[in-house]
T-cell receptor
Framework: GENVEQHPSTLSVQEGDSAVIKCTYS??????FPWYKQELGKRPQLIID?????GEKKDQRIAVTLNKTAKHFSLHITETQPEDSAVYFC?????????????FGIGTKLQVIP | DGGITQSPKYLFRKEGQNVTLSCEQN?????MYWYRQDPGQGLRLIYY???????QKGDIAEGYSVSREKKESFPLTVTSAQKNPTAFYLC????????????FGNGTRLTVT
């Protein structure tokens, strides 16, 4: 089965600095990698995703990179703002067919210090 | 997402009682999932279902049961066999096609005393 490792578990950055969160996965059949942001007491919300045929994707201050060979993907947040403070989860989803168990990383608590 | 409804938002039960958490979706998604969230533990998969009348155990299924009699509904029962049932429970659904993310409900916070 799939195993997703995420680090760091906590991350503090000064407002305006960049933040990077890294994940690795084990199942080579995984081909879709979404990232979620969860604010305290709320549900996780999708912020960006990447497919296995793409190496990088950007959406304003957020970017995700994927290295299929190394089974490694990362979330990059630039020009961080206090409202970026939340818990971020990575996930790996295998291609369609068979049972599609969705496995999450343990989460990274990001604190942006004003 | 407005398409997934979990109820109630807060639930209190006495130890030894079974309790059922509701999850309904109107997104016409085939797959539905239940996750448990504890502080510092991330999202742990309890059960998931990809089609009506079929479901699979996740990583922490012991002490839980589910049913999938209708496409739009995937209730989770927390039985008295679950040793530490107090947690935040999240239901999610997704299209089983390629590259489809999970859509989460607002969660149910269960407290057992």
């Amino acid at each position: 089965g799939e195993n997703v490792e995420q680090h760091p578990s906590t991350l503090s950055v000064q407002e305006g600095d960049s933040a990077v969160i890294k994940c690795t996965y084990s199942d080579s059949a995984s081909n879709y990698f979404p990232w979620y942001k969860q604010e305290l007491g709320k549900r996780p919300q999708l912020i960006i995703d990447i497919r296995s045929n793409v190496g990088e994707k950007k959406d304003q201050r957020i970017a995700v990179t994927l290295n299929k060979t190394a089974k490694h993907f990362s979330l990059h947040i630039t020009e961080t703002q206090p409202e970026d403070s939340a818990v971020y989860f990575c996930a790996a989803i295998r291609r369609s067919g068979g049972y599609q168990k969705v496995t999450f990383g343990i989460g990274t608590k990001l604190q942006v210090i004003p | 997402d407005g398409g997934i409804t979990q109820s109630p938002k807060y639930l209190f039960r006495k130890e030894g009682q079974n309790v059922t958490l509701s999850c309904e979706q109107n997104l016409n998604h085939d797959a539905m999932y239940w996750y448990r969230q504890d502080p510092g533990q991330g999202l742990r998969l309890i059960y998931y279902s990809q089609i009506v009348n079929d479901f699979q155990k996740g990583d922490i299924a012991e002490g839980y049961s589910v049913s999938r009699e209708k496409k739009e509904s995937f209730p989770l029962t927390v039985t008295s066999a679950q040793k530490n049932p107090t947690a935040f429970y999240l239901c999610a659904s997704r299209d089983t096609g390629l590259n489809s993310p999970l859509h989460f409900g607002n969660g149910t916070r269960l407290t057992v005393t």
